[in-house]
């Protein structure tokens, strides 16, 4: 009901809500180029029915502000006794932010061949009103370029700034900006946070056909943005006008039919790996027109794809070799109504749902043992309702925001929900034959989110005053842990495997299949399956002056201040001191150049999973409070630590091994239930990690970032811009170990020998807790205690982490105007050092943070862009796109031949991805310290619209990505697990093992009809 109730409240402010935009115009006269004062400027927009007239003030200057993002503008003077008539059609304007042109106006007395010049619109135009760093795309440029599957984030590396990223897990978001953790870029729709706070990433991703444009805010950018240290892109969504305009398409890929030949298997759109039989199948529509003319439009976007994939299911012992078929399916629907109530007044409804199902169908890309009955499919399921509304009272505006969100992630939601999970073995090898059943584990996260925003702005004089508040406050709850219906690892002895195989079941073998008389060697169940959360509230508030000093000189002060709840932690009170100031400069040169300058404190939200991890993995046993209590004693954990604020009863299984097993009389599928065994609760030990909350709350991450920068407009097409960049981060989140072994550093000699590796055992016996183990299992030992309900690790999320980002951007961008080719240029030198990399970066030895500073895995060095669009013939259009990137950093580990093992100093943390600090270096090499070949991709788009009378036409498009078909061995956008950058020996012996390549030469056609 409560849902129901705030989906009617958010409908009904919909009446009363719309994204605002800006356009400041200078007008500047060319004989004495002095700013025109009292001059008539009209803004038009036929296409919604706007019309308005203002007058230069004493600057020059005329602000048009909370203007509709919807349709294109015309800007024009009249003539009069001194001056010739002005106009420039087909400008458009982007959400929350605001535009600048400079025109120049001639006297008649002029040549009257150069009646007037226009620096503005468009991409070719200098930033005269402010000193962000930002870029963008417009929906006529997204529509040109090569682009994967209408997929928006494929474009998104167009940018300066951004890179495509490395991320630690499939679906992690593929791009970051200046280098950062992609999980800590924003996204935004129309302004508002279209954020999967669980994680990162989006929780709609909104498709090209309901874009208008992308815009990246990658420094220096307003106080009015806040809760992200890494940069935002928001989206502006395409709106109706006067006229029915739209489109319907189809797109697909071939696949291996057409595609050069790769033996690497490449990723979905999902980030997912793909190989064999892949195809890709879209379809949609997008319509948009007038509901009362001039007054109430609608905009309509539908957007359906269809991956189609193959793996390969083989288990010669049970005689099958089969291809099992599995699907993606992505459905996108997107809706906006606009409203102008009156020129003051104006209003609109926005509607975003994503239902996603990427299918794990069994089997395995070059061949698996996962059957059919094991499949599962990860749903991400979104839902965005966003009113918006603004009210302009000549010299003060108002803007109020209401957005109400859910999201879904259900990582693995069974084809068999009650099913147990089964693990088969062949009793004869011990090999395991199948795997069936459910998959094992459970991870269902949902957000609930209200997002309320409150803006005002007050133009006086020379000044644009801006204030304003907000909360965004996220319910999460989580699903997860082990399997509730238990999990047996059982043998077959020959009889037995006979009996199956004469099943003839194929793929659709089933867990019930199994003979009841399969000796069970393990069994396992989650011992608490239940759901947990918290909500998280940020809070927000904002001042800003844009003081216009002079007609040549802004500068803008502005202060923040932002808290989340989460920052307590496990302590008593939170982050409070978050204030974030902001300065920056711009000061016109002349009519074709500026300089920038900007220096801003910019904060972090706190990823939920840091928060839910520590939950989820936490516990609550005697055992366990005396092991922590034996931290405080020793110092390692303050002496005002609350037990009871930084534990809490998380996930945990019990587990019964093959002694356990007979013991306890377990027969395959008879385990007992987990209702059955809370008693082991307190008695289970934790070989691997317990979390605890930190004691002493969370420091929100922050960056000081200083920027630096010229733009020069070198004709009336052409803009130059560079821009230096430098930014130190700090309290960036790492775990700590509380329970590390003592140092064994000499793993840091290169002249490291075998005999020097330090054993598990040997390790254990100088952590702060002694660890042992005897045939009962593993326990900590405090003052002579056995806590068999102990753990070996005990691990904290800590925000002590920093990072060093240097960069110098070049741009050159030319726009179409009267030729017939345009082209955007961009190269970046960077340089990226962090002493963590993720939220789950350890210190490969002892928490020595400090022997793992090195390249950030998604430090570039050299960026190369360019884009180059050719107009030959009418409605014909080719576009070529080029990114070179110097290669990626390689982690070093060691040779496993060498020395017996990867975890040379015994400390147990050589399981998980090597990025993240979980495994030891190479003797001698430094994180990161190599580097794989450089990465160089053509991606060509042909495309050719058919005309018609009235306006239609049909365009064929042709697509080609990776032209050449490289073997870039970097992988861009690549998952860390999947890819080349762990390589084992030191950089000295040139090893180098292929386990990953950049897609090979791959072709997508489409159709689409305009009308």
Do not use: C
Not at 302 to 327: A, F, H, I, M, Q
Not at 548 to 556: E, G, Y
Not at 896 to 912: I, K, P, R, V
């Amino acid at each position: 009901m409560k849902k129901l109730l705030m989906i009617a409240v958010l409908a009904t402010l919909g009446q009363y809500i719309y994204a605002q935009a800006g356009l400041e115009v200078s007008v500047i006269n060319r004989d004495t180029n002095l700013p025109l004062t009292n001059y008539p400027i009209r803004l038009i927009n036929e296409s919604i029915g706007f019309s308005i007239e203002k007058n230069s003030d004493s600057q020059g200057k005329v602000k048009f502000r909370g203007l509709s993002t919807s349709g294109r503008y015309t800007l024009s003077t009249s003539e009069n006794d001194q001056y010739y008539a002005f106009e420039k059609n087909d400008l458009s304007l982007r959400s929350n932010q605001s535009s600048s042109i400079t025109i120049i106006i001639n006297l008649k007395s002029a040549i009257e061949l150069e009646d007037v010049v226009i620096r503005g619109g468009g991409f070719s135009a200098i930033n005269t009103v402010n000193a962000e760093v930002t870029s963008e795309l417009t929906a006529k440029e997204i529509e040109t370029l090569p682009i994967e599957g209408r997929d928006i984030t494929r474009a998104l590396f167009r940018l300066p700034n951004v890179t495509q990223a490395t991320g630690f897990f499939s679906e992690a978001p593929t791009v970051a900006i200046n280098g950062a953790n992609s999980l800590y870029t924003s996204y935004l729709i129309d302004g508002l946070d279209n954020n999967e706070n669980f994680l990162g990433g989006q929780k709609f991703a909104i498709p090209v056909g309901f874009t208008q444009n992308i815009t990246v805010l990658a420094n220096n950018y307003s106080a009015e943005y806040g809760q992200t240290a890494n940069g935002i892109f928001n989206i502006t969504t395409k709106s109706g006008s006067n006229e029915i305009t739209g489109e319907a398409f189809y797109i697909t890929r071939p696949g291996p039919v057409i595609d050069a030949s790769s033996s690497f298997a490449q990723r979905d759109l999902s980030g997912n790996q793909v190989k064999d039989g892949f195809q890709r199948h879209q379809g949609g529509f997008g319509v948009g027109g007038p509901i009362v003319k001039d007054r109430t439009f609608f905009y309509l976007n539908l957007e359906y794809t269809k991956d189609v994939k193959d793996n390969l299911l083989n288990s010669p012992v049970l005689g099958v070799n089969e291809t099992v078929r599995g699907e993606n399916d992505f459905l996108y629907f997107s809706g906006k109504i606009d409203h102008r109530w009156n020129a003051r007044w104006k209003s609109n409804l926005r509607l975003n749902m994503g239902d996603v199902g990427i299918e794990r169908q069994g089997g395995g890309l070059d061949g698996g043992l996962s059957f059919e009955s094991a499949g599962n499919v990860q749903d991400r399921n979104s839902i965005l309702i966003a009113s918006q509304n603004v009210y302009n009272l000549g010299n003060f505006l108002s803007e109020t925001n209401v957005q109400f969100a859910r999201f879904r992630w259900d990582f693995a939601n069974p084809n068999n929900p009650s099913s147990p999970n089964v693990t088969v073995l062949d009793a004869s090898t011990d090999e395991t034959i199948a795997v069936l059943g459910h998959p094992g584990f459970i991870f269902n996260s949902q957000e609930e989110t209200v997002q309320l925003q409150q803006k005002f702005t007050l133009f006086k004089n020379k000044h644009t005053f801006k204030a304003g508040f907000g909360v965004i406050s996220a319910d999460h709850k989580l699903l997860a842990g082990g399997n509730p219906n238990g999990s047996y690892t059982v043998a077959l002895d020959a009889a037995q495997i006979e009996q199956v195989r004469s099943l003839n079941a194929g793929a659709g073998l089933s867990a019930f299949d199994i003979p009841a008389g399969a000796e069970v060697r393990n069994y396992g169940i989650e011992l608490r399956p239940q759901s947990f959360g918290t909500r998280q509230n940020r809070w927000s508030a904002y001042i800003e002056d844009l003081w216009s000093v002079t007609n040549k000189l802004n500068v803008t002060l502005g202060i923040r201040y932002d808290y989340d709840n989460l920052s307590k932690g496990g302590s008593s009170s939170g982050d409070l001191n978050n204030i974030a100031p902001r300065l920056n400069a711009n000061y016109k040169i002349n009519d074709r150049s500026n300089v920038r300058f900007g220096y801003g404190l910019f904060y972090e939200k706190i990823l939920y999973a840091v928060y839910s991890d520590a939950l989820q993995q936490n516990r609550t046993s005697p055992d366990y409070l005396r092991q922590l209590q034996e931290l405080i004693d020793q110092g390692i954990l303050p002496s005002d630590t609350d037990l009871n604020e930084i534990t809490f009863e998380g996930n945990l299984g019990a587990s019964f091994d093959r002694n356990a097993v007979q013991t306890a009389g377990i027969t395959y599928l008879n385990g007992p239930d987990f209702s059955e065994l809370q008693g082991q609760r307190e008695t289970i030990f934790d070989g691997e990690d317990a979390r605890i909350l930190n004691p002493e709350g969370y420091d929100n991450p922050f960056s000081h970032q200083f920027t630096l920068g010229y733009q020069n407009q070198v004709d009336d097409d052409i803009l130059f811009y560079v821009d230096l960049i430098h930014s130190r981060s700090f309290n960036l989140f790492r775990l700590r170990n509380l329970n590390a072994p003592a140092p064994h550093t000499v793993v840091f000699n290169p002249d490291f020998a075998p005999g020097q590796v330090r054993s598990p055992e040997d390790a254990d016996r100088v952590r702060p807790v002694p660890i042992g183990a005897d045939s009962q299992g593993g326990y900590a030992l405090v003052a002579g205690d056995t806590l068999r309900g102990g753990a070996r690790n005990i691990v904290v999320s800590e925000t002590e982490g920093t990072s060093t980002y240097y960069a110098a951007n070049f741009n050159l961008v030319k726009d179409k105007g009267e030729d017939n080719y345009a082209y955007r240029l961009y190269y970046t030198l960077s340089r990226l050092r962090n002493d963590t990399e993720d939220i789950n970066f350890r210190a490969s030895d002892s928490n020595d943070f400090s022997r793992d500073e090195g390249p950030s895995v998604n430090d570039r060095t050299h960026v190369i862009s360019a884009i180059g669009y050719f107009y030959p013939v009418r409605n014909f259009s080719i576009s070529l796109a080029t990114l070179i990137q110097s290669g990626q950093p390689i982690n070093r580990i060691p040779v496993f031949s060498e020395f017996g093992t990867t975890d040379l100093n015994g400390d147990g943390q050589s399981f998980g991805d090597a990025f993240v600090g979980n495994s030891d270096r190479s003797p001698g090499e430094a994180r990161n310290n190599d580097r794989l070949p450089w990465s160089t991709t053509f991606d060509l788009g042909l495309q050719y619209q058919f005309s018609f009378n009235g306006g239609a036409a049909l365009e064929l498009r042709a697509d080609v990505f990776n032209l050449f078909n490289a073997e870039n061995l970097s992988g861009y956008s690549n998952n860390a697990t999947q890819s080349n950058q762990i390589q084992s020996g030191p950089e000295s012996s040139g090893a180098l093992v292929i386990r990953n390549a950049a897609p090979p030469r791959q072709f997508q056609f489409g159709v689409r009809y305009l009308f």
